[in-house]
C-alpha cells in the first residue's frame, strides 16, 4: 500500500518570503500523480498543484511550484513571496494511474504567515 | 459552474440516531468519492463509486455506514446508529476519470454526535 508522509506539522514563513514544504511517498508503481491541496480555516480542500509521475518537469502554478524527485520519492511545494491568505494546512496526497481512484494523504503541514 | 454541493453543512446528533449526508457531485463527472477527517486519522478513503457503481469500500469502517449513489448527479452516506466516534469532517469529491484525473472537493459536513 502507498503511503505520504509529511514530517514537518508546523511551520512559519513572513510575508513575502519563501517557504518549502516537504512531502516523500512510499509506492512500487512507476506511473501515478502527486497533489498538493491547500485548507484553510473555512476547512474548503483547493487544490494547488499536481504533477504527473511520468512527466520530468516540474509543475508550477503561479506562485507554487514543486521539486518532484522520483528517484527520491519526495515531492516538496515552494511557495514564492508568501501572503497573509497562504496561511493553511497544506496536504500533500498520492493517487495511482490504472489502479485505484483513491487518494492517500499525509497529516499535513500547518502554514502560519507572519506580516 | 457549480462546484460539488453537500448538504447539511453541520449536523449535530445524538448517539444512536441516523444521520444522513448529501452530496451532488460537478454536473458530468463520472466518479464520486467520501472521505472523512479525523485529528487521529487525517483524510481517509472510505468509499469511491465510478458510473453510479461502488468500486472501493475497503475504506468503510463497519456495518453501521452505507453509501448510495442512485443516479449521476446524487450520493447518499449514511450512519446507523451514530456513535460519538463517528464525530468528524465528511467531504465528497468529484472528478471526471481518465480525463481530468483531479478530484474536486465539496465544502464538507462537519458532524458531531453527542
Known amino acids: 500500500a502507498q503511503t505520504v508522509t509529511q514530517s514537518q506539522p508546523e511551520m512559519s514563513v513572513q510575508e513575502a518570503e519563501t517557504v518549502t514544504l516537504s512531502c516523500t511517498y512510499d509506492t512500487s508503481e512507476s506511473d501515478y500523480y502527486l497533489f498538493w491541496y491547500k485548507q484553510p480555516p473555512s476547512r474548503q480542500m483547493i487544490l494547488v498543484i499536481r504533477q504527473e509521475a511520468y512527466k520530468q518537469q516540474n509543475a508550477t502554478e503561479n506562485r507554487f511550484s514543486v521539486n518532484f524527485q522520483k528517484a527520491a520519492k519526495s515531492f516538496s511545494l515552494k511557495i514564492s513571496d508568501s501572503q497573509l491568505g497562504d496561511a493553511a494546512m497544506y496536504f500533500c496526497?498520492?493517487?495511482?494511474?490504472?489502479?485505484?481512484?483513491?487518494?492517500?494523504f499525509g497529516k499535513g503541514t500547518k502554514l502560519t504567515v507572519n506580516p | 459552474d457549480a462546484g460539488v454541493i453537500q448538504s447539511p453543512r453541520h449536523e449535530v446528533t445524538e448517539m444512536g440516531q441516523e444521520v444522513t449526508l448529501r452530496c451532488k457531485p460537478i454536473s458530468g463527472h463520472n466518479s464520486l468519492f467520501w472521505y472523512r477527517q479525523t485529528m487521529m486519522r487525517g483524510l481517509e478513503l472510505l468509499i469511491y463509486f465510478n458510473n453510479n457503481v461502488p468500486i472501493d469500500d475497503s475504506g468503510m469502517p463497519e456495518d453501521r455506514f452505507s453509501a448510495k449513489m442512485p443516479n449521476a448527479s446524487f450520493s447518499t452516506l449514511k450512519i446507523q446508529p451514530s456513535e460519538p466516534r463517528d464525530s468528524a469532517v465528511y467531504f465528497c469529491a468529484s472528478t471526471l476519470a481518465g480525463v481530468v484525473d483531479t478530484q474536486y472537493f465539496g465544502p464538507g459536513t462537519r458532524l458531531t454526535v453527542l
Open positions: 496526497a498520492y493517487r495511482s494511474v490504472g489502479g485505484s481512484e483513491k487518494l492517500v
